[in-house]
């Protein structure tokens, strides 16, 4: 059974595809605990939960983002390994880059909860203590 | 051997797994926020959090296995890995969509409700 040069492309993106959403993910959930527990201040459940919800859905969405791009199109193939390499380097640099904006969405997300939720509590803390003053 | 059922057999223990998996964990962190949404009575809780994981597995996998009948046929292996990664790519942003609607929901509701 011969192996076309596809499939070999195919078997090289695949493990390099999971292993950078794994790590990514990996570091920014990490830190995300501490937004976590910041944004719902004491409450240590729920913010472990919605970290790990989070969790969740950004493996969801970035595996299912790089099988989405997997196809290697016949027609832009000429059957050489130094074509099969550009278009690896291609997918794989897309991915990375695609990788990286999603980490600055969650970022940004977790900034302006962390944003939201101070402002109000001060609000709260303004309201106890106008009837005292 | 045929191709196709070589890739229907992957492809349905790929996205079980998937669906098994993702709706195990929602439920286990699931459970919190019921729990602060209905504070008073923990048995009604876990019976409703019961339910919504039933629904989720019922959808996922009927979707799942639908998707069966409308697969084109297949020649060679890397055929068979392009269209079992398609189909898994569609599910699993299916449920990434679904997920992050359902965390926007359940956030604004615990705001609401404190």
Not at chain 1, 34 to 51: E, P, Q, R
Not at chain 2, 92 to 110: D, R
């Given at each position: 059974?011969?192996?076309s ?16 959403t794994y ?7 990490k830190n995300?605990k ?5 944004i719902f ?5 729920i ?12 493996y969801?969405l ?46 940004y ?9 101070n ?13 005292q003053? | 051997?045929?191709l ?9 223990l ?7 998996k993702?709706?195990?964990?929602c439920?286990k ?5 019921v ?13 409703i959090?019961n ?5 989720y ?11 069966l009948?409308?697969w ?16 898994i ?11 992050y ?14």
């Amino acid at each position: 059974m011969e192996t076309s040069k596809i499939f070999i492309g195919y078997i090289i993106y695949l493990p390099i595809a999971i292993a950078l959403t794994y790590f990514v993910s990996k570091t920014l959930f990490k830190n995300g605990k501490t937004f976590m527990i910041d944004i719902f201040k004491g409450k240590d459940d729920i913010a472990l939960a919605t970290n790990r919800l989070f969790e969740v859905g950004f493996y969801l969405l970035n595996i299912g983002w790089a099988l989405l791009i997997l196809k290697i199109n016949h027609r832009n193939f000429n059957n050489t390994y130094q074509n099969l390499i550009e278009i690896l380097s291609f997918k794989i640099g897309g991915f990375s880059i695609y990788l990286g904006l999603m980490l600055f969405i969650n970022l940004y997300l977790f900034f302006r909860g962390r944003k939201k939720s101070n402002r109000k509590s001060q609000v709260v803390t303004q309201k106890l203590q106008q009837p005292q003053s | 051997m045929n191709l196709n059922l070589i890739a229907y057999s992957i492809y349905l223990l790929l996205a079980s797994l998937i669906i098994i998996k993702v709706g195990f964990i929602c439920y286990k962190n699931g459970n919190v926020f019921v729990t602060h949404l209905i504070p008073n009575d923990k048995e009604f809780c876990i019976r409703i959090n019961n339910l919504l994981l039933t629904g989720y597995y019922l959808i996922n996998i009927g979707y799942a296995v639908i998707t069966l009948s409308g697969w084109s046929s297949i020649n060679s292996f890397e055929q068979m890995m392009e269209s079992i990664s398609k189909q898994i790519a569609i599910i699993t942003c299916i449920l990434a969509t679904l997920h992050y609607f359902n965390l926007f929901w359940i956030t604004k509701f615990i705001k609401n409700f404190k």
